[in-house]
């Protein structure tokens, strides 16, 4: 067990829909990471979030967006849902927000759009 | 850019055999490199990480990784693997000054067989 929750565990949704993932980091931790891991394009990075404010973006979509809130927990929303976004999606915590850092991942929740 | 080449998919060994899973990375700065590996249905879990000084690491579950500077390469070794080793492996890099953005390769299965 890493230390970070991930709630759901799966989410089965249809296209044109939006959801919420949510993560708990790992106590004491101030970054959250978001990566997105599919068949076609492996694990990507997708947004980096340190002590609620954004640190880092990668090739995240104008539907998707994310918050780190005061509690320091994470939520990533996507929204207009396509079937290309069925993925399983994690959240990994450290405590810094440098590259040193090792990041604790969660379980992930699969995203299913039909 | 940077990238990430993990040079076998899949790697099917015997149980007891020795194993190396090859990793290449592109990069024209100093990088920090990971080895993570994942479980069935399950999140990330590190292995080992290089960050400086002594080029061999030597993680958990007896794995062991080799950084090479001028071969660019980050291979993972284990002597002798058991049936619970068989998992996908992901090689990944950061850059000090890009934050955690963790640049994945595209993985690879390790199956032990009996």
């Known amino acids: 067990d890493s230390g970070v929750t991930q709630t759901p565990k799966h989410l089965i949704t249809a296209t044109g829909q939006r959801v919420t993932l949510r993560c708990s980091p790992r106590s004491g931790d101030l970054s959250v990471y978001w990566y997105q891991q599919s068949l076609d394009q492996g694990l990507q990075f997708l947004i980096h979030?340190?002590?609620?404010?954004?640190?880092a973006k990668g090739n995240i979509l104008e539907r998707f967006s994310a918050q780190q809130f005061p509690d320091l927990h994470s939520e990533l929303n996507l929204s207009s849902l396509e079937l290309g976004d069925s993925a399983l999606y994690f959240c990994?915590?450290?405590?810094?927000?440098?590259?040193?850092?090792?990041?604790?991942f969660g379980p992930g929740t699969r995203l299913t759009v039909l | 850019a940077q990238s990430v080449t993990q040079l076998d998919s899949q790697v099917p060994v015997f149980e007891e055999a020795p194993v190396e899973l090859r990793c290449n990375y592109s990069?024209?700065?100093?990088?920090?490199l990971f080895w993570y590996v994942q479980y069935p249905n399950q999140g990330l879990q590190l292995l080992l990480k290089y960050l400086s000084g002594s080029t061999l690491v030597k993680g958990i579950n007896g794995f062991e990784a080799e950084f090479n500077k001028s071969q660019t390469s980050f291979h993972l070794r284990k002597p002798s693997v058991h049936i619970s080793d068989t998992a996908e492996y992901f090689c990944a890099v950061t850059r000090g000054n890009q934050g955690g953005k963790l640049i994945f390769g595209q993985g690879t299965e390790l199956s032990v067989k009996p």
């Open positions: 990994a915590s450290s405590v810094g927000g440098n590259g040193r850092d090792t990041q604790y």
């Open positions: 979030y340190y002590n609620g404010e954004e640190r």
């Open positions: 990069s024209s700065v100093s990088v920090y």
